[in-house]
């Protein structure tokens, strides 16, 4: 992930990696590519083989899961204290079973398709301005650093992001989010930005800033002149129209004006509170959003503090403030003190200083709205539901790739791992006008596993007939099940 600037048009396109995540609901995959086929009774017994696939995926899964919610309840923020002390164990089992948990954790999101988010990622998503316009920082002190740490020295990972110790954040999905507003605060504020930068570059005082600052910057996010489609034909472009990239007139600040900012489409937070004596707080908390911008990421951190003025902010009071008290002493030091001249300094003082105020106001206003919207909107589930939603996921995902690994091998024949990986990406985009990046290893390794899948002499993987492959699935219990509460229900 990074970003490319086109100057020529004033844009600033984020570059995606595509995704392995299969983003069809399985319903309409299923009964889509159904249809494709031509004779009923083959449609028939393909159907039959998507339901005992699933079947007998779930089946695959359903220890591991249960081990899983197992785990979990050990460490539930809210019961999981009191089923700790039930079960007596010591600090040394207990950071066994945590740990445990935590790899049966990281195994479920990596299966559910869901990345780290790395800090060159993070510093791409945060390089920009949304709607959250307030410097947002975690609590540090609140947060426990020996959880997460002790699992990464013992499951070391690449491109961890700084926070590691602390907190983890992962992603999945991309998509867009758009807002139709006036901000007219923000395009103030934002033509000051500039009369302020250009007043900074006249007196050669940026230079000195930059200077001073340039240790504390943060790393700016790899940008380019220009998109190569040939190199990155694979990836996707997304706009990010934001106002700091137009051009702003009297006319435009009393209209309405549409940005835009791709969001992630789920994001899920893992981390423990501090205690303050050892071993009290075992909670795991797991944090499940849906359609961040990626912009506004710092809405999902846990134990935010509350917002403040920045440095900068205090610095342009102080510096008005002086700026303002030197002209009017000035003034009054002249043999005929113009009033009128003093009256305006000091309303220009006074206004700017109003301004910061009551901006800074209105940022927390807008502030507190994006947490309550992030609460009650943007959050879809903790805990043991977030977990439920991920196991589904993950059967889900399972499910999708077999069946379209599968469909092509029967519709198209013989093909090798990249031939297939091809077949199956394009048959995503005509029929559903989708793209990700499929996992074709992984779709291949169920279809082996279930042995409807061979190759031949020369490494092509070939499928078995349909029935055939009914027939090496077996009946499964769920089907046994249906078929003898319908035959309670006829008799």
Known sequence: MDTKNMDNKKKEVIRLERESVIPIIKPKLIMTLANLIEHGSDRAEFLKLCKRAEYTIRAWYLLQFEDLMQLYSLFDPVHGAQKLQQQNLSPEEVDILEQNFLTYLFQVMEKSNFKIATNEEIDVALAGQYLLNLPITVDESKIDKTLLKRYFSE???ENLPEFADKYIIFRRGIGIDRTTDYFFMEKVDMIIARLWAFLLRLTRLDKLLNRRSRGRQKKEPKKDDEINPEADSEDLYVERIRLENMDLSIKNLVTKTTIQEPTFDRIIVVYRRASAKPNTEQGIYVKHFKNIP???????????????????????FLASAVVGLVAVFSSLEMPKADLWVIFAILSTVIGYCAKTYFTFQANMAAYQNLITQSMYDKQLDSGKGTLLHLCDDVIQQEVKELIISFFILMEQGKATMEDLDIRCEE???EEFE???????VDAVGKLE???????DSIGRYYCVGLKRANEIIGVTTEELVLKARQGSISA
């Open 427 to 429: 048959l995503i985009k």
């Open 434 to 440: 989708q793209s990700c990046n499929f996992d074709v």
């Open 155 to 157: 499951h070391p990972q």
């Open 294 to 316: 990626m912009a506004d990421l710092e809405i999902v951190l846990p134990e935010k503090k509350n917002p403040g003025l920045t440095p900068m902010d205090w610095v342009k």
């Open 449 to 455: 596993k279930l042995k409807i899948v061979s190759r």
